[in-house]
């Protein structure tokens, strides 16, 4: 899913970017469920917004600012012959980051990101704004591809677009 594409969920779902963390938390809690967080290109951005907003420690369990493959690899438990093969900007590492700190934590929900936030690190096959979010709930895993390079979008932009995603992610799995 493009940036461009995504906006226009929004738009249509009357939800504004920066609504985003209450409404995770607001429905977590109506729900009585609990969410962690595992995160590459966003830096620990998912965390940071959830626990913004008052009431998070009662639903908020865990970030884990999962950079290095190896931290990947030891505290989310992304196996090796995934990062191997697939790297670390896969849908395969998505999932597994997501499914891994929800275990960590007990949540009811994990998320993840991976991807490349940019300027550099880009390619033909995994260009600038490539990021993948994982979601895991006992109902299944699943990752979600975005481009969120277009229009020239910066380092920033892209980081904060990721989290968004995240987010609305989260929100519907919560939402079931």
Do not use: H, W
């Not at 490349?116 to 990752?143: D, F, N, R």
């Amino acid at each position: 899913m493009r940036a461009t594409e995504f906006l226009e969920i929004l738009e249509k779902e009357n939800i504004r970017e920066e609504e985003l963390p209450a409404l995770v938390v607001e429905t977590l809690t109506k729900k009585k469920l609990r969410i962690a967080t595992a995160e590459s290109c966003t830096g620990g951005m998912i965390s940071s917004a959830i626990t913004s907003v008052s009431g998070a420690s009662g639903v908020f369990d865990c970030g884990v600012c999962s950079y290095a493959n190896f931290i990947k690899n030891k505290i989310v438990g992304v196996k090796e012959d995934t990062l191997a093969t697939y790297g670390a900007v896969s849908d395969k590492t998505a999932m597994e980051m997501a499914r891994g700190v929800r275990l960590l934590a007990g949540a009811d929900v994990g998320i993840s990101t991976t991807g490349i936030a940019g300027p550099l690190g880009g390619s033909q096959y995994k260009p600038v704004g490539l990021v993948y979010i994982g979601v895991s709930t006992e109902l299944g895993l699943k990752a979600e591809k975005m481009l969120l390079g277009e229009g020239g979008a910066d380092r920033q932009r892209i980081r904060e677009l990721a989290t968004a995603a995240a987010l609305y992610f989260a929100l519907k799995a919560i939402e079931g």
